[in-house]
Nanobody, 121 residues
Framework: QLQLVESGGGLVQAGGSLRLSCVAS????????MGWFRQGPGKEREFVAT????????DYAHSVNGRFTASRDNDKNTLYLQMNTLKPEDTADYYC??????????????WGQGTQVTVSS
């Protein structure tokens, strides 16, 4: 079992930045491919980024590519998402997930509780 806890969400103006963290416990964090997903109001959960166990292979959704950066520190059991140049359409609950293969939410075994990001215009 792997427990995931996100933090770092909040309210920010358009053009601003936030850094989300996801701390893992209960199992071997470095064994898992990790993902970031988000779910906006009235929308389905969507893929944001995925990062392999080593942190060297990272894929992004087109909508965030060039603005968001995913990274991980396996020694600290922590996953990060640096979000720059935020837009109102980035407003969503952001979730970290573990154990998947790529961009599909149903592939991931473990999920955090989410952290809310609100971008004002």
């Amino acid at each position: 079992q792997l427990q995931l806890v996100e933090s770092g969400g909040g309210l920010v103006q358009a053009g601003g930045s936030l850094r989300l963290s996801c701390v893992a416990s209960g199992s071997t964090f470095r064994s898992y491919r990790m993902g970031w997903f988000r779910q906006g109001p009235g929308k389905e959960r969507e893929f944001v980024a995925t990062i392999d166990w080593s942190g060297t292979s990272i894929d992004y959704a087109h909508s965030v590519n060039g603005r968001f950066t995913a990274s991980r520190d396996n020694d600290k059991n922590t996953l990060y998402l640096q979000m720059n140049t935020l837009k109102p359409e980035d407003t969503a609950d952001y979730y970290c997930a573990a154990g998947g293969l790529g961009s599909l939410p149903h592939e991931y075994y473990y999920w955090g509780q989410g952290t809310q990001v609100t971008v004002s215009s």
